[in-house]
């Protein structure tokens, strides 16, 4: 089989099938490129992870998980390497032979097309073309001389002119039989040409052709062959760098691992110290005894409702203590089965991840044994009150409590002139006091569950309003509607346009209303009875049912618990230096009291309109949703009380702006690059949130530990479904990076923020100069408008230019996407 012999009439076959295999070179060019790119995005990613993982500080005790990490992070480091090399190998190698293997088969095609026309040309030409031409002619000239012989015969028979028809007639016959002798040979080589190009010429074509063709199918199996042993994951260098890290991982050793902390860190014999009464408490009291439980006319109402207390405690106590029991024997009967089973999987060498998963039973568990071990405890200090309280109790059963001690003078006087009725006021303020006291403490350190107890007893009205757990503080009208869903939601809230007024926000009969909570002569009250405080006034409705007004109807049935994620008290932050002014406050350096965080704290001002102060807060509301490494974070809200704050992450570097001006003498074109790829991860982080920033710019952005680029300044930002807003007005809009569409018809989509991602981007290669110079805004708008754009900054590289540009389209579906610039600069940072 074979080309010459069995394709002779397939031309049109043969160009089909180089075409084909066209196509198929440039697919497999195609995927050999995306492979080198994948390759080196992959090599960066690795190298990129290696350099952003924080360096550990050296520990004061050997660690052999510590020891093992660092050995993995140093060979996916030597892996992104090999990597990056195999990638170039790949583009060097493989996919420029490829290249080359195209070219060369476009050149075949054209060279057979070419030769395959002559070919056919030249055949035709001998066999057709000129048979076809002498046919003509010796048909004329037949015609010819019969006509001359016609006419010589007239002659002859007329007897006049015979002569000078002969010679005509001898004329015409000579033409006709060397026209003959001419078509004969024409005939003769043309059979010759039509067998030698059958037999021969066209075959030779053909064969050639096939030759070529098995040539360049050799030289693209050795290209594939090559391919796949460069791009193979089991080269020796790889294999290698997997064994490294595999190694690391053996070397770990769990029963090793903290023996060395155990010994830096032992703790010294010392004696525990001992709870005793403090004695010097008593040296200026009038003889009270150490120990011991007063019994008097005093102490007796207080410590008969303590015992009582303590009573109702201990019996619940119990109760919970016994159900946990029957649990934790369920629990340890299925700690066992699960010990079992990780014992017969390590005998089985089944997944490793199965240990792993049986972890947060096993911490399940730990848990609830914890558990039970503080309600023992409990149970014991409780029982020794009781007892404590008990025997002093019987011993007083059978007498009335004696009066106390008497009082030296001066006293004496006094005491004589309070009444019995000051004095019952003054014993039941005292229990109550007593009540209070240790309901508080023992609350804070009660860990048993939520059993009833006398705990339970004291009102949550007594708290302060802003520990209600419906108590939202300052939020905005709108945020508060939001919250409210179904009937009978409430909350209260801070009044934004008169602060230290209180409105009581609720949803009823598919209508949100709000109430303003009045206060007058000491008591708060909406139409009915006045309390002393707005939480015993909520109680009082919640509980009763009583309508809010008459003429509303509205009860309140639930309460709108605040996100407590995000809720800080005012003095939770302390307020530090200030860091500058923003559009609604100052803002300040702080610390975070919990655990001494860093935190800038955005400071609202008390006397803005109520419309700002929703403005500010919904910065805060946007930036609850999100977490990015190139967004800045949220920690927390005081709405509490005036003036709000919003306390984020402190980003060290301050604005970008500012940045770029202070170290525009030190930056690099790479570290520029950086910055570019992060502003553009972080916007396309938005984009797929939907969020419309409004206002992004150099001055809006925040430079972190590590020259980490953070989008922040979401004041103006708006969430929207479909992803564009739509605004009126030009009041306080950025004109200079502002998109046309933005500032001809309020039309706010991400597509905008791209275009003031271009203009952002221009900042940052003409290191913090203002957009449009010498322009004022108006004339920078009207340029725009023009078809103007700015000229490319002196550092900035023609390839970010042209990112600048496509970012710059009037039309804003011509404008690229957030992920396509991010993909695209870190293309070419890492040129």
């Avoid at 090999?82 to 493989?94: C, T």
């Avoid at 042993?229 to 089991?234: A, F, G, N, Q």
């Avoid at 199965?354 to 947060?360: A, F, K, Q, R």
């Avoid at 009150?385 to 030296?408: G, N, R, W, Y």
Wanted: glycine share 4%; hydrophobic share 35%; with cysteine.
């Amino acid at each position: 089989m074979g080309f010459g012999r069995d394709l002779r009439n397939s031309h049109e076959g043969l160009l089909k099938l180089q075409d084909w295999e066209l196509k198929l070179l440039e697919t497999v060019k195609r995927f050999m490129t995306l492979r080198v790119k994948s390759d080196k995005e992959y090599a960066a990613l690795l190298l990129s992870m290696t350099q952003q993982t924080e360096k550990q500080e050296a520990a004061d005790y050997i660690s052999t998980v510590s020891k093992s990490w660092s050995q993995v992070i140093r060979q996916t480091e030597a892996l992104g390497r090999v990597m990056r090399r195999h990638a170039d190998d790949l583009n060097s190698g493989p996919l420029h032979r490829l290249a080359t293997l195209i070219r060369d088969k476009q050149q075949v095609k054209k060279s057979y097309q070419s030769l395959h026309q002559q070919l056919e040309s030249h055949n035709l030409k001998v066999t057709r073309s000129d048979l076809e031409k002498l046919k003509t002619t010796y048909r004329q000239l037949s015609r010819d001389a019969n006509s001359a012989k016609e006419k010589y015969k007239e002659a002859l028979a007329k007897g006049r002119e015979a002569e000078r028809a002969r010679e005509r007639y001898d004329k015409a016959t000579a033409k006709l039989h060397n026209l003959h002798n001419q078509y004969v040979l024409a005939v003769c080589g043309a059979r010759t040409q039509q067998d030698e190009h059958r037999r021969c010429a066209a075959p030779t074509l053909l064969d050639a052709l096939q030759r070529m063709q098995e040539d360049m199918t050799l030289a693209l199996k050795s290209i594939l062959e090559e391919y796949c042993e460069i791009s193979s994951l089991l080269t020796e260098d790889i294999v290698k760098v997997h064994q490294e890290i595999s190694s690391a991982v053996h070397q770990i050793d769990p029963l090793a691992e903290y023996q060395h902390f155990i010994e830096a860190y032992r703790s010294p014999e010392m004696p525990e110290a001992s709870v005793e009464f403090d004695p010097s408490l008593v040296e200026e009291t009038d003889n009270l005894p150490t120990n011991e439980i007063l019994w008097n006319t005093l102490t007796a109402d207080s410590l008969q409702a303590i015992n009582v207390f303590v009573s109702i405690r201990w019996t619940s106590t119990t109760d919970e203590l016994t159900l946990t029991q029957q649990n934790l024997r369920t629990k340890e009967t299925l700690a066992d089965e699960l010990d079992a089973k990780i014992q017969t999987s390590q005998e089985n060498a089944e997944k490793k991840s199965d240990c792993v998963l049986l972890l947060s039973q096993k911490l399940s568990l730990l848990e609830l044994r914890q558990t039970v071990q503080s309600l023992r405890g409990s149970e014991a200090r409780l029982f020794s009150q009781k007892a404590l309280l008990d025997s002093k109790m019987a011993a007083a059963a059978t007498a009335p409590p004696p009066a106390p001690p008497p009082l030296a003078p001066p006293y004496e006087d006094d005491a004589h002139s309070v009444s019995s009725t000051d004095k019952m006021k003054e014993k039941s303020s005292r229990f109550d006091t007593l009540r209070h006291s240790l309901a508080g403490i023992i609350r804070s350190k009660a860990t048993l569950g939520s059993s009833t107890s006398f705990f339970d007893v004291i009102p949550t009205s007594e708290r302060p309003l802003a520990d209600q757990e419906w108590y939202h503080g300052a939020i905005p009208r709108t945020e508060a509607q939001e919250l409210l869903r179904q009937q009978g939601d409430f909350l209260v809230r801070e009044s934004h346009g008169k602060p230290g007024e209180y409105v009581l926000s609720v949803f009823s009969d598919e209508q949100r209303r709000h109430f303003i909570i009045q206060y007058a002569d000491g008591q708060y009250r909406f139409e009915g009875t006045g309390f002393s405080t707005i939480p015993q006034l909520i109680e009082h409705h919640f509980n009763t049912k009583q309508v809010i007004t008459k003429k509303s109807g509205v009860v309140l049935l639930n309460a709108v618990v605040k996100d407590k994620k995000w809720i800080l008290n005012h003095e939770d932050v302390t307020l530090g230096e200030l860091l500058g002014k923003g559009n609604f406050g100052e803002v300040f350096k702080g610390t975070l009291q919990r655990d001494k965080t860093p935190v800038a704290v955005k400071t609202c001002k008390e006397d803005l309109p109520p419309e700002l102060k929703i403005r500010f807060l919904s910065e805060a509301r946007i930036l609850k949703q999100y977490d990015h490494p190139n967004i800045v974070k949220l920690i927390g809200v005081c709405t509490q009380r005036q003036p709000i704050y919003i306390v984020m992450e402190l980003v060290p570097g301050g604005d970008f702006l500012s940045f770029l001006r202070k170290k525009k003498d030190e930056l690099k074109t790479k570290q520029l690059l950086r910055f570019a790829v992060d502003a553009a991860a972080g916007m396309a982080y938005l984009e797929d949130k939907n969020c419309i920033h409004r206002d992004l710019a150099a001055r809006n952005c925040l430079v972190g530990d590590g020259s980490v680029l953070k989008i922040s300044d979401f004041g103006m930002s708006r969430q929207e479904d479909d992803g564009v807003y739509s605004s009126s007005g030009l009041k306080q809009i950025p004109i200079k990076w502002t998109a046309p569409e933005a500032l001809n018809y309020g039309r706010y989509s991400s597509e905008s923020d791209v275009w003031s991602y271009g203009i952002l981007l221009w900042e940052t290669f003409s290191l913090g100069v203002c957009p449009y110079p010498g322009m004022t805004n108006q004339q920078a708008r009207e340029q725009v408008e023009k078809g103007y754009r700015m000229a490319c900054p002196q550092r900035c590289p023609d390839d970010v230019y042209k990112v600048m540009q496509r970012c710059w389209q009037y039309s804003p579906e011509d404008r690229p996407k957030f992920s396509e610039l991010q993909r695209d600069l870190a293309a070419i940072k890492r040129k």
